[in-house]
């Protein structure tokens, strides 16, 4: 069950967002009546509520905004218990005081926003034995992976089947912000009898709190259980990440029951989240930034050819055998979607063997093309704005270097921009001028927001036929979603998605601009 929190200044707007939330099929409502700038009129917000309600008036101390004494919180908690509230919040050294009185249940609550307890175990006893709980809530924030994984296995052994069964209340463990968010994506797999969700994307009151709707709508979090099979992005950040939307709506088109989590993994905690992601259920991951390079060291099984080439590795599945397997997809995505627009036939050889092409850039995209154009017998140039790097490169992969100053003066049949420039919001940007492109060279942008970048832009007007990094992203998807799943993902339907997804973000940063 998902609780959505809302806490609003005004009564008016608390009520009308209630109300809106319940039209929308929500049944658990946290009332975070702290937010209030007013004292709170529970005869307004209570009476006709359109849910279940949890009353919350959080201290600023456990993250809360309550500006009066604790004298009047704690008549207004009992206000609310009598009032006969479904759920109340009673933080734990709180509860002792208040005794249980009607059929309000007592969401006994323990926060720390500084660190997570050594001793999670010792917390639990003590408000099993001082708080009267119905359900105990621990939300505490992570300093690093293990903490995560420490409040994992805790609540392991808290929502122990034999303990549920011999009447101990359940626990709700929140582990804060970004690194401990898939906690909250998934807790039920851990016990945990429900979850927070903000009202908003705006409107978001804890850290790490997810809208709703994406809890809801895009991870299905009333949907995930024991049977699952969860899939993931490991990067830092993570946020920006546009694979959650692919793969799960790709795993609802194909009503497989997957779900795919973004997982904040700072470069230091890489070791230990491989070691035990196979304990979520993890089966496989896509690899980002920073961690394509370093993962390589964690396979035991599968080395797919390219990642050897390539020195990165962007995809990582368990085999059955429990050992770690390790592809690039971005290097056949960017090849096959090149070659396509060459015009490559099946079973003829490719276009691109004895053509020539310009790899602009020297870094993780920049070496994967370069590697994929080179092995297809390609002739291929570095252009890097770092020389050193990029002479690098260039040596290392067996291709030739030219400075960026000389890029202009190259005629190639292949022109691949896998530098970022262009990128949103820099959209005005191009790594190229309009007179250095000419007509019928093939230019390949991997860059993918927006989809029609400056370059590709310009490229067409010239009589360019233009590659766009959408291309290569969904390719890079597709393959992937044929590793976790066995099965053959829809290249429309992924592209549909990335350009729903790419539109939305867009919308969100110009409205915050
Ligand atoms: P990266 O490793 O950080 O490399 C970025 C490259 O861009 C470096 O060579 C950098 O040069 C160069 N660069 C940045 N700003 C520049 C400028 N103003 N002028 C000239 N060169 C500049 O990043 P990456 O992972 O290779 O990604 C590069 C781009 O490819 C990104 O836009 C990324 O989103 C995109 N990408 C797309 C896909 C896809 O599926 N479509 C997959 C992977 C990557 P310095 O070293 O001198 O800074």
């Known amino acids: 069950m998902i609780c959505v929190t809302i806490g609003c200044g005004s009564h008016k707007r608390m009520i009308e967002e209630h109300q809106k939330l319940a039209a929308d099929g929500v049944r658990f409502v946290e009332l975070r009546l702290d937010y209030l700038r007013k004292k709170p009129e529970l005869h307004r917000l209570l009476p006709e509520r359109p849910t279940a309600v949890l009353a919350t008036a959080r201290r600023k101390e456990d993250g809360g905004q309550w500006r009066e004494s604790e004298e009047a919180r704690l008549g207004l908690l009992r206000e609310l218990i009598v009032s006969g509230v479904e759920y109340i919040d009673l933080e734990v050294d709180v509860a002792p005081k208040i005794p249980r009185f009607g059929k309000t249940k007592r969401v006994v609550s323990y926060h720390n926003m500084e660190e997570t307890p050594e001793d999670l175990d010792g917390l639990r006893q003590k408000m099993l034995a001082e708080c009267d709980p119905d359900i105990i809530k621990i939300a505490v924030t992570p300093k690093s992976i293990g903490d995560v994984f420490r409040l994992v296995d805790f609540l392991r052994r808290a929502n122990a089947p034999e303990r549920i069964q011999a009447g101990e209340p359940k626990t709700l463990g929140i582990s804060m912000t970004e690194f401990g968010w898939f906690t909250r994506v998934l807790g039920k797999r851990f016990g945990c009898p429900y979850t927070y969700a903000g009202f908003s994307e705006k409107r978001i009151l804890a850290p790490g709190l997810l809208p709703y709707k994406t809890l809801r709508d895009l991870y299905r979090y009333d949907d995930i259980d024991a049977e699952t099979k969860i899939f993931g992005v490991i990067a830092d950040p993570v946020q920006h990440s546009l694979s959650p939307a692919i793969h799960n709506r790709s795993f609802v088109e194909m009503g497989l029951n997957c779900a795919y989590v973004p997982f904040r993994v700072a470069p230091e905690d890489l070791d230990e989240f491989i070691e035990r992601a196979p304990e979520l259920g993890v089966c496989g991951l896509s690899v980002t930034i920073p961690h394509k390079v370093e993962v390589i060291k964690k396979l035991n099984g599968f080395v797919d050819p390219a990642v050897s080439a390539t020195g990165a590795c962007n995809t990582v599945v368990w085999g059955p055998d429990g050992r770690l397997n390790g592809y690039n997809t971005d290097y056949l995505a960017a090849l096959l979607s090149i070659e396509t627009a060459m015009g490559r036939k099946v079973g003829a050889p490719s276009p691109l063997q004895g053509a020539s092409a310009m790899v602009l850039g020297a870094g993780g995209a920049a070496q994967a093309v370069a590697r994929g154009l080179k092995d297809r017998g390609a002739r291929v ?37 896998c530098t970022s420039v262009g990128m949103f919001p820099n959209v005005d940007e191009s790594p190229m001028e309009q007179q250095m492109l000419r007509a019928g060279t093939v230019v390949f942008d991997a860059v993918y927001n927006p989809e029609t970048t400056y370059l590709l832009r310009m490229a067409r007007q010239r009589g360019c036929k233009t590659v766009s990094g959408v291309e290569m992203f969904v390719g890079q998807a597709c393959l992937q979603y044929k590793l976790f799943t066995g099965q053959k993902a829809s290249g429309s339907f992924m592209r549909s998605v990335v350009r729903g997804a790419l539109s939305a973000v867009r919308t969100t940063a110009e409205e915050i601009n």
């Open 381 to 417: 140039i570095i252009a890097a704005r770092s020389e050193e790097k990029g002479r690098d490169a260039a040596k290392r992969l067996g291709c030739e270097f030219c400075s960026w100053q000389d890029r202009g003066a190259y005629v190639v049949q292949v022109l691949a921009n």
